[in-house]
């Protein structure tokens, strides 16, 4: 089964900018659709961006849309989340999730179906 880990969370001031990594062992992506929640403290797990398991098709949540891009390595052993234009509403724990897909390119968006989770890398933004 595959492992995630994730990496590039820190300290940054609002606008500037972070890129988060992910990056599969015991496997890669190939099997899998990855996706990046976040949770904030005392709130629920929300979905922040999610790729197909082709790659083809990219969604973002409304909040971050136009700010942070998600993208994936050609050797699908890596999944990025470059983050700009940083807010103090930003501020999380930031998650790498995969799930197991049959399908080519169906982007899931809700945290329950995904199988396998990271340990989460600490984002703050402040003003």
């Known amino acids: 089964q595959v492992q995630l880990v994730e990496s590039g969370g820190g300290l940054v001031q609002a606008g500037g900018s972070l890129r988060l990594s992910c990056a599969a062992s015991?496997?890669?992506?190939?099997?899998?659709?990855p996706g990046w929640f976040r949770q904030a403290p005392g709130k629920e797990r929300e979905f922040v961006a999610a790729?197909?398991?082709?790659?083809?098709?990219?969604y973002y949540s409304d909040s971050v849309k136009g700010r942070f891009t998600m993208s994936r390595n050609n050797a699908k052993t890596t999944v990025y989340l470059q983050m700009n234009s940083l807010k103090p509403e930003d501020t999380a724990v930031y998650y790498c999730?995969?799930?197991?897909?049959?399908?080519?390119?169906?982007?899931?968006?809700?945290?329950?179906?995904?199988?396998?989770w990271g340990q989460g890398t600490e984002v703050t933004v402040s003003s």
């Open positions: 015991r496997g890669t992506f190939s099997n899998y659709a």
């Open positions: 790729i197909s398991r082709s790659g083809g098709n990219i």
């Open positions: 999730a995969a799930v197991i897909s049959g399908s080519w390119n169906t982007v899931i968006t809700t945290p329950a179906p995904y199988d396998y």
